[in-house]
């Protein structure tokens, strides 16, 4: 099998859409389509079915998928090895997040990457919204997976990794806990409670001041991280914005998240100083991208 075909037939494995395949290979979903046949022609049978509204792997597709694939990576890691002997990627590459499920995606593509590339390790550190560019400014981190938008020009913003649903953190005890979703226009209905040394970019984005209707938002006050501001919330003293998944990992009996239904998505990426710029962060990032839920 020439090389193409063999990550022609894992992508399209992997995606079960010619399109999607397409996309994710640079090439046109006709070029997809040619290939997959012509080898299924050389194997002598189908490796996949094909209808109008789903692709699938016939049994014989999914044995060749489970023993080339391992295979495919480990020629892969060699090559990644190879390259890196020659690109100088090795040392240490600090890698910071500020929401848990962030730090769960590193720890996952931080695995695949030292796999890849053993003469590089990759730390991983927790930081809060105001530590969050200040260490990269500061050069305390290389990379930082972190909600948009970013703090300011001197940073570079990799490919988009995943977008979560919108919620509002309430007491247990307000009326807007008992809902099944809120709307922008409830942030008029408690102060709003605001982390400090945020952008003005950031809280505009997460922390307005006015409804979109025109209503004003009582600001409530502003706490130093986020299991204080979860307390604040707790003790009544208002309500604050998140990614919905926040509640599978910081739920609290005396809290209640609720999604938005018209609030636009929080939107996660890869971002860095751009006069930090290596071989290794931008190898890392590539690693990332194949973890990301998006992909």
């Not at 090389?3 to 997809?32: M, N, Q, W």
């Not at 002997?85 to 030292?114: E, K, T, Y």
């Not at 809120?182 to 950031?202: H, R």
């Amino acid at each position: 099998m020439e090389r193409y075909e063999i990550e022609t037939f894992l992508a399209l494995a992997e995606e079960l859409h010619f399109t999607r395949t397409a996309e994710r290979l640079l090439v046109s979903p006709g070029r997809v389509s040619q290939t997959i046949k012509k080898l299924e022609r050389r194997i002598g049978g189908a490796l996949f079915e094909r209808s109008s509204r789903h692709v699938t792997l016939t049994p014989v597709g999914r044995q060749l998928y489970a023993e080339l694939l391992p295979a495919y990576q480990q020629i892969q890691r060699a090559l990644g090895n190879a390259s890196a002997a020659f690109a100088g990627l090795s040392g240490v590459l600090r890698v910071g997040f500020s929401a848990p499920w962030c730090g769960d995606l590193i720890v996952r593509a931080a695995g695949r990457f030292q796999a890849c590339y053993p003469q590089c390790t990759v730390e991983i550190q927790e930081v809060t919204f105001t530590a969050a560019f200040a260490a990269l400014r500061n050069d305390d981190l290389d990379l930082l997976i972190k909600e948009l938008p970013v703090d300011g020009p001197e940073f570079a913003v990799g490919t988009l990794l995943f977008s979560e649903r919108r919620a509002l953190v309430v007491p247990a005890i307000h009326q807007l806990a008992a809902q099944e979703t809120v709307s922008q226009e409830d942030l008029a209905l408690l102060p709003l409670i605001t982390p400090v040394g945020a952008s003005q970019n950031f809280l505009d984005a997460y922390y307005p001041r006015r409804t979109p209707g025109g209503r004003s938002i009582p600001q409530g006050p502003a706490a130093m991280a986020w299991q204080e501001m979860l307390s604040l919330v707790g003790a009544g003293k208002g309500g604050t914005t998140v990614s919905a998944r926040a509640a599978g990992y910081h739920n609290r009996p005396d809290v209640v998240y609720v999604p938005f239904d018209d609030a636009p998505p929080v939107d996660y990426a890869p971002m860095w100083l751009k006069s930090s710029e290596s071989a290794k962060l931008q190898a890392f990032v590539r690693v990332l991208l194949e973890f990301a839920p998006t992909r």
